[in-house]
């Protein structure tokens, strides 16, 4: 069974980088069928998409971010990272990276977040 | 731009009662839309995708229905570990992109 584990800094200053890394165990990163996420949830809000990453290194971020979001993935360590630049305290929330998946039969696909890291807070504090 | 909004923001329903919750894509997403649970402090955790299919190990109280622009989340008989916040979202295809609700929160009445 796949897991995932967030790590990185739990404060970082104004108008600095973000950077987490996703450790992923139990499970392939370079199977082509999935693809890795980064999800973040601002203390009682709602969840909020950052961007994925293919196995092939291809990306999408969210618009909104998109101008300062980095996702890439490191395959012979089974990680995958976010850098998000010049953050403020609005960015400051919970951080989860997450697995997605192909849902579906046939010829049709849908792809969802299936498996989940522990998540974890990043504040944004000079 | 795509916005899902559920409804209501809070339910308040009795254990063994049923629970309607609600989500509505400001335009057509087809049946690409899924449904999760969160409770406090965990991760969310997938329960239905393609709008009404029940992902692996989910009850069967577990129900989705709808497809376009409304969609329902059912839950029959709530047990008390059904008592979260519960987050719609819609999957876009091309470019590939996710856009979440902004949840219910299911309480014991």
């Known amino acids: 069974q796949v897991q995932l584990q967030e790590s990185g800094p739990g404060l970082v200053k104004p108008s600095q980088t973000l950077s987490l890394t996703c450790t992923v165990s139990?499970?392939?990163?370079?199977?082509?069928?999935?693809?890795w996420s980064w999800i973040r949830q601002p203390a009682g809000k709602e969840l909020e998409w950052i961007g994925l990453?293919?196995?092939?290194?291809?990306?999408?971020?969210n618009p909104s971010l998109k101008s300062r979001v980095t996702i890439s993935l490191d395959t012979s360590k089974k990680q995958f990272s976010l850098r998000l630049t010049s953050v403020t305290a609005a960015d400051t929330a919970v951080y989860y990276c997450?697995?997605?998946?192909?849902f579906g039969s046939g010829s049709y696909f849908q792809y969802y977040f299936d498996s989940w890291g522990q998540g974890t807070l990043v504040a944004v504090s000079s | 731009e795509m916005v899902m909004t559920q409804s209501p923001a809070t339910l308040s329903v009795s254990p063994g009662e049923r629970a309607a919750l609600s989500c509505r894509a400001s335009?057509?997403?087809?049946?690409?839309l899924a449904w999760y649970q969160q409770r406090p402090g965990q991760a969310p955790r997938l329960l239905i995708y393609?709008?009404?299919s029940r992902a692996n190990g989910i009850p069967a109280r577990f129900s989705g229905s709808g497809s376009g622009t409304e969609f329902t989340l059912t839950i029959s008989s709530l047990q008390s570990e059904d008592f979260a916040v519960y987050y719609c979202?819609?999957?876009?295809?091309?470019?590939?992109?996710?856009?979440f609700g902004q949840g219910t929160k299911l309480e014991i009445k």
């Open positions: 997450a697995r997605v998946s192909p």
């Open positions: 139990g499970g392939s990163v370079t199977s082509g069928s999935y693809s």
């Open positions: 990453v293919f196995t092939s290194g291809n990306t999408n971020y």
């Open positions: 335009q057509s997403v087809g049946s690409n």
């Open positions: 393609g709008a009404s």
């Open positions: 979202l819609h999957y876009n295809i091309r470019p590939p992109g996710y856009t």
